[in-house]
């Protein structure tokens, strides 16, 4: 293969992009069209032609002409788009009037990503991202419509320019590799047999499956992993959050109500008299009990996507990188060079913590696309590589030293923050940042002056309203309670789970709560580590602790507060070049205790 030679795109550029978007035309031109030209049939008593049917013609019409214009502009642009291979660069070419290249040195290029909607992967073609590590203005290259051969050409060919090795060396035979060296736990769930299935057909224009280095360590999901992540994943934590409220709301006042010797007739004969409108109670219980089966209805659907959307998951070690790759109906692929992990997060959810589970992920330089864009969800942008959704606590380590040698020497804490941070939690949650206090406090005052605006108005009935407004104020304040109590617990939580350590290579940071969150940032990553105080801490001689990594498309800060002022101290000192610190068995026995509490095997 000659070097500098040409690549188009796939001619799918041209004519997919115009499928893909058929859809989103058909229904806004139903929408937009169709009511106003039903009025215009009645208002001017037209009856020549059946409005249905003008409207099935118009907007059939209407959408084959945009599709036709997307067409063209494709067309036109496809021409002027290609990419080439230097002996030490990537280039990309594109733009009609204004014309763009980018040239990227291989050294340069952080990772090279795919995905591929339901569409591209039958007819087997994906999008590639590069992404570099280019400080605060990176920009991610996006080559839409490349072939599956193609773009593991693409990934081929630039990891073997990062690690100086000509093209065509190491089995570039166009032959894909199955040799597997020290695999993981391997199980399986059983949307991997579809997935893989998915994989092997390739679309209809994939092309055959080249080599893209040799594996040394790969798993996969099990179904216990499988569906306990999609289970514990936030939409399930904020549906059950609602549901919860929702029971709660109606248990307090039903026990209001028997407290208070308040009859369901006196409410609904309450509410007649402030709305002129009476609402039974079987009315307002099949409200309820619809909202209910709406909410659960939309977790078991939320769910089951997030299955198939993990579904065929995939990570693995391949010479110098990680690699992940999942979903089924939509695919996601992300290979990440070694050398450009900024950070290795360990982190649990609300239901992770409770039954013992974990997350884990690698940091990484975000980058945002072309346009300016940035995706801040699970994607190929994000600043996050999710190496596993859902694992035991006690395999993160294991999982890291895998994928991972170079940083699986992770310190541990030995540095817990200073006794005075509870109380100063306690405040700052509950008080300062506290949604309970503060809601007790709007409540208080609306119902004062609710109260008074009753007392003036004679036309309504005040004794009835003043009932009402009684109970909603107790309502709120049981509530206000709930809520202050639930985040004095949270501040207890993160005063007995954070802490900090280091070693020569890495510092670790640790924050709980009701979830919990555990940062290694190796050494040769930060890019900078300093100390902030308020004049409360300083009289308390406490700081709050910060590093930044890499910036990338936005700044990556690692906080603790409130750790003593001299441990911060020592991390300074030790962030200084050449000072190296290392903990004798004397002080990492006294720190036990920080180290024993929650995730013992980075503690």
């Known amino acids: 293969m000659e070097e500098n030679e ?4 796939h001619h799918t550029y041209i004519w997919l992009a115009s499928l893909e978007v058929l859809p989103i035309v058909f229904f806004a031109t139903v929408f937009s069209i169709v009511p106003p030209l039903f009025a215009s049939f009645e208002e001017y008593g037209i009856t020549f032609i059946d409005p249905l049917v003008a409207s099935i013609f118009i907007t059939v019409l209407f959408t084959l002409l945009i599709a036709g214009i997307i067409l063209g502009v494709q067309a036109l642009f496809y021409k002027y788009i290609w990419y080439e291979f230097g002996s030490d660069d990537f280039n990309y070419y594109s733009g009609v009037l204004s014309k763009k290249h980018a040239h990227v040195p291989y050294l340069k290029i952080q990772s090279v990503n795919q995905k591929a909607t339901l569409l591209q992967r039958l007819a087997g073609v994906c999008t590639v991202e590069i992404e570099t590590a280019g400080g605060s203005s990176n920009k991610a290259i996006k080559i839409a419509y490349v072939k599956n051969e193609e773009a593991e050409r693409i990934r081929q060919r630039v990891f073997k320019g990062k690690q100086g090795l000509p093209y065509g060396a190491e089995n570039a ?10 695999s993981g736990a391997n199980k399986h769930n059983v949307l991997d047999y579809p997935a893989e299935y998915s994989d092997r057909f390739r679309g209809v224009f994939g092309g055959s499956e080249l080599n893209t280095g040799f594996t040394t360590y790969e798993y996969s999901l099990s179904n216990k992993e499988l569906i306990l992540s999609a289970i514990t994943g936030k939409s399930t934590f904020s549906i059950a959050l609602l549901l919860g409220l929702a029971s709660a709301t109606v248990a307090t006042l039903s026990f209001l109500m028997d407290a208070l010797f308040v009859s369901e007739d006196t409410i609904i004969q309450a509410v007649y008299n402030v709305t002129l409108d009476s609402v039974g109670m079987n009315i307002l219980l099949a409200l309820f009990a619809s909202i209910v089966f709406f909410l659960i209805s939309i977790w078991v659907v939320i769910t089951i996507g997030t ?71 699970v994607s190929l942008a994000a600043d996050r590589l999710i190496v596993h959704p859902f694992l035991k606590l006690s395999r993160a380590q294991e999982i890291v030293e895998s994928l991972t040698p170079e940083y699986g020497d992770m310190p541990r804490c030995v540095h817990r923050v200073d006794r005075c941070a509870l109380r100063r939690a306690l405040i700052r949650k509950v008080i300062l940042c506290g949604g309970g206090f503060w809601l007790a406090v709007v409540t208080l005052i609306v119902s004062r002056l609710s109260l008074w605006a009753v007392s003036d108005a004679s036309s309504i009935d005040a004794p009835v309203i003043n009932e009402l407004i009684s109970i909603g104020t107790l309502v709120l304040f049981v509530l206000s309670f709930v809520i202050a109590a639930a985040e004095a617990i949270e501040a207890v939580l993160w005063y007995r789970f954070s802490g900090f350590g280091y070693n020569e290579h890495a510092l670790l940071i640790r924050n709980g709560g009701f979830s919990t969150s555990v940062v290694v940032v190796p050494r040769r990553k930060m890019q900078f ?51 190296n610190v290392r903990y004798d068995d004397s002080q990492e026995h006294e720190a036990r205790g920080c180290c024993e509490q929650g995730h013992q095997h980075t503690s």
């Open 6 to 9: 040409k690549y188009k795109l």
């Open 173 to 182: 035979d166009g032959l894909a590799s199955n040799t597997l060296g020290e």
């Open 307 to 377: 299955c198939i959307s993990y579904g065929g998951f995939r990570a693995r070690r391949k010479d110098n990188r990680v690699e992940v790759e999942y979903g089924i109906l939509s695919h996601r692929f992300s290979g990440m060079d070694i050398d450009r992990i900024q950070s290795i997060h360990i982190s649990q959810s609300f239901f992770q913590r409770i039954i013992g589970y974990c997350s884990v992920s690698y940091g990484r330089i975000a980058a945002s696309s072309e346009d300016g864009g940035s995706d801040k969800s």
């Open 529 to 579: 580590g300093y100390q902030r105080t308020n004049p409360f801490q300083r009289r308390l001689n406490v700081a709050t602790l910060i590093v930044v990594t890499a910036a990338g498309y936005s700044c990556k800060k690692e906080r603790l507060i409130d750790a003593t002022q001299k441990d911060v101290t020592a991390w300074l000192q030790w962030m200084l070049p050449r000072n």
